[in-house]
């Protein structure tokens, strides 16, 4: 089992953990790159890592916030754009006119930014609380 060595990135680490957790750890013969769903993974993970400092901690976090994300809301991510352009009528209707009008609306990476719940498209900063 040769999934990791010293050099293996620790976000690629926690996708192999959480594999072997999940029991979806291909096999050696069968390693490919990232799908789409352990590429989300990935970015969540790195998202995470700039936020939290023990690496126990930060796979802990990771694997309950994608287990806690893909139960709770796996379903809705198809919706999710409507829901978005919705809350940009009622918030934000002149912003929203305005990608209408310049065909920027169905331009949007929405899928992408909701997969991996910004991570990755927005910096890290942008992710946090700010403490009070």
């Not at 490919?32 to 930060?58: Q, Y």
């Not at 990771?62 to 754009?81: M, R």
């Not at 352009?85 to 310049?102: C, F, R, V, W």
């Not at 991996?116 to 700010?130: K, N, T, V």
Request: proline fraction near 7%; aromatic fraction near 10%; charge should be negative.
């Amino acid at each position: 089992m040769r999934y990791i060595n010293s050099s293996t990135s620790s976000t690629l680490i926690y996708l192999r953990m959480f594999q072997l957790e999940s029991q979806v750890l291909p096999r050696c013969s069968e390693i490919s790159p990232p799908d789409e769903e352990n590429e989300d993974f990935l970015f969540i993970s790195r998202a995470m890592e700039e936020i939290v400092d023990d690496p126990i901690d930060c796979y802990w976090l990771i694997k309950c916030f994608v287990t806690q994300f893909h139960t709770k809301f796996g379903d809705s991510i198809p919706h999710l754009p409507k829901s978005l352009e919705h809350y940009l009528s009622q918030e934000e209707p002149q912003l929203l006119n305005h990608l209408k009008n310049i065909g920027a609306l169905s331009q949007l990476p929405h899928g992408l930014w909701f997969r991996r719940c910004f991570a990755g498209c927005l910096p890290e900063s942008s992710l946090q609380r700010s403490a009070c």
